[in-house]
């Protein structure tokens, strides 16, 4: 059976460009040669770090654009002397931005669920429900297909929502963590990979009721946050994440059993002022 690719954003590439292009700024400032002071001020790394967001997610994201306007603003207003008179609405202007964010965000996701578990109802009383597996829809952040299960005893479960916390049947996962913290557990044999985002949040990841053959990739994307992933000791883990000022553990239990060489999870991504943990148990 063919395996879907997972793709990959090229953090490590990004970053290399962006420390380049400190560094060429550091020498010209060495050498006397002109260059703008504001360059290597604490506003563009904000204004970094929203653009390096936008980018990685089809500019998409509500973190990246948060970072652009409040580093754009306070590089306007600190190095260019733009004065809007707002530094004082500042604090509570962003508390009601994340706030909506946060409460549009829960309501599409309990809007796709509950139109999901309509159609499942709809589907259970036209076709016998002993065992059946349905496959509704594309999930609504990546494409992603979500497999639902209906039990003659009438019990139903979902799977594959990014940021909804509990137990996902789906092959494959997506997950976007933002000033919030989620925990799933997949619960699949035939696991191909996927992307976390963890951005001012935190994600736990239970893969130890998972499988696989071959091998799959794991796109991680950590900015001020933290991802911790519990996999099965035999699994082969080859982590090939940048590191800048985070920490990357790996805590794993090893025993003397010898790792499944077909079993390869590789985990890719970027790792910038979080932490990223691989336990087992």
Do not use: C
Request: aromatic content about 12%; cysteine-free.
């Amino acid at each position: 059976m063919k395996r879907n690719r997972i793709n990959n954003n090229d953090g490590g590439m990004i970053f290399g460009f962006i420390i380049l292009a400190v560094g060429v700024l550091i020498l010209l400032r060495k050498l006397d040669i002109f260059y703008p002071e504001w360059l290597l001020s604490w506003p563009m790394i904000l204004i970094a770090i929203g653009v390096i967001t936008l980018v990685k997610h089809e500019f998409k994201s509500f973190f990246g654009v948060m970072m652009l306007g409040v580093g754009t603003f306070f590089l306007l207003e600190q190095e260019f002397d733009f004065h809007f008179g707002l530094q004082r609405f500042i604090f509570p202007i962003a508390l009601i931005l994340v706030g909506i964010y946060l409460i549009t965000k829960k309501r599409k996701e309990q809007q796709v669920l509950d139109d999901i578990q309509e159609k499942i109802r709809a589907k259970s009383t036209s076709s016998p429900a002993s065992g059946e597996e349905y496959k509704i829809g594309e999930e609504y952040n990546k494409g992603e297909k979500s497999s639902f299960s209906s039990q003659a005893s009438g019990a139903k479960s979902y799977s594959g929502m990014s940021g909804v916390s509990g137990t996902s049947y789906s092959d494959s996962v997506s997950i976007d963590s933002i000033f919030s913290g989620i925990n799933k557990r997949m619960l699949t044999k035939n696991f191909q990979g996927g992307k976390l985002t963890a951005a001012f949040g935190g994600i736990d990841l239970d893969l130890t009721q998972s499988d696989f053959t071959g091998m799959v990739n794991l796109q991680v994307d950590v900015i001020f946050g933290a991802i911790k992933l519990v996999v099965p000791p035999h699994w082969d883990v080859r982590v090939e994440v940048t590191n800048i000022a985070a920490g990357v553990e790996d805590k794993r239990v090893y025993r003397q059993s010898e790792v499944d060489q077909d079993k390869v999870l590789v985990i890719r991504g970027t790792v910038f002022f979080g932490g990223l943990e691989i336990k087992s148990y």
